[in-house]
């Protein structure tokens, strides 16, 4: 990562090293792979059978669910931006 030049008011903060940056990412790396260990050591009564056939099945489409919003708010925001200039009328 490049090191970013420090903000105009002289202060260094914590996350502007990227060495504390990598801690933080790999930090969220261990926790979600703990979460997922977690998650294989009870038993889930899900409501379809493919729900219990799958390991990681609510985690997966957790994940397809907040990619789908954030795409679709992406090709939403072309229909509904407006011009820069568009209340200075």
């Known amino acids: 990562m490049n090191e970013r030049p420090p903000p105009s008011d002289g202060k ?9 940056v990598n801690k933080l990412v790999w930090l969220l790396v261990a926790a979600c792979v703990g979460l997922v260990l977690f998650d294989a050591t009870y038993t889930k009564h899900g409501h379809f059978a493919f729900e219990e056939a799958f390991p990681a099945f609510y ?4 994940f397809l669910a907040y990619c ?3 795409l679709s708010a992406k090709a939403l925001r072309r229909l509904l931006k407006r011009d820069e200039d568009y209340y200075d009328h």
């Not at 260094?12 to 504390?20: K, V």
């Open 68 to 70: 789908f919003i954030v």
């Open 12 to 20: 260094t903060y914590w996350l502007d090293q990227a060495a504390n």
């Open 59 to 62: 985690s997966v489409y957790g």
